[in-house]
């Protein structure tokens, strides 16, 4: 059983560009989140998605950023017109369904996005 | 906002010590949970503990939790040079297992 698997692992863009990242969850998991990891620091919840769903989005920056978790392929999360600041670990987790409570999250190795 | 302080930020032991690591939390939690990252990798869980447990082990891994003082431990007996990672809690929003907020991590060398 594969693991959260993340692609690319590292991605380098240039200022204005788009970041297209790619998560494929869990085998048997609806569930995907998506974290961000500035340097030197803890990660920050972006947004939670179920398969067609967005179901809270608060993390997410109001502009430039996107999230879908189509019927059928991975999650992605689209970053359009990257800017440096940008730049940072984006980390995706998955889980089953079922009830919340207690529930561990499976986080695949991040994508690392260097914006020159 | 940040919910999750560790501390210390930093811990530098010889093999074979023994590493605490604190996290403090501002809200009511339903579990609070420990995850090791390895440099430029991805975070694994350690371990879960539940707002009405105290204590938890797992292997070489102690976790304490204080509800009345919104905090918990961590303790790595036996410490090893693999247990080298930043070592980072996470507490539920609001009662809201599906997002969790971090704190901003305890890095731990282990010298061997």
């Known amino acids: 059983n594969a693991g959260v698997m993340q692609n690319p692992r590292h991605l380098v863009r240039r200022r204005g560009q788009e970041a297209r990242l790619r998560c494929s969850p869990m085998?048997?998991?609806?569930?995907v989140y998506w974290y961000r990891q500035l340097p030197e620091e803890g990660l920050k919840f972006m947004v939670y998605?179920?398969?067609?769903?967005?179901?809270?989005e608060s993390g997410m920056p109001k502009e430039r950023f996107s999230a879908e978790f189509p019927k059928e392929g991975p999650s992605i999360l689209r970053i359009q017109q990257v800017v440096r600041g940008d730049s940072a670990a984006y980390f995706c987790a998955s889980s089953p369904p079922g009830p919340t409570s207690g529930n561990t999250i499976y986080f695949g190795e991040g994508s690392w996005l260097t914006v020159v | 906002s940040q919910q999750g302080e560790e501390d210390p930020q930093a811990l530098s032991i010889q093999e074979g010590e023994n590493a605490t690591m604190n996290c403090s939390y501002k809200?009511?939690?339903?579990?609070l949970q420990w995850y090791r990252q390895n440099s430029g990798r991805g975070l694994v869980h350690l371990i879960l503990i539940r707002s009405n447990e105290r204590e938890k082990h797992s292997g070489r891994l102690r976790v304490t939790l204080d509800t009345s003082k919104k905090s918990s431990s961590l303790l790595i007996t036996a410490s090893r040079a693999a247990d080298t990672a930043s070592y980072f809690c996470a507490t539920d929003d609001a009662g809201n297992n599906r997002k969790l907020i971090w704190g901003l991590g305890t890095s731990l060398a282990v010298n061997p």
């Open positions: 085998k048997g998991h609806s569930h």
């Open positions: 809200t009511s939690i339903n579990n």
């Open positions: 998605l179920q398969k067609e769903n967005i179901i809270d």
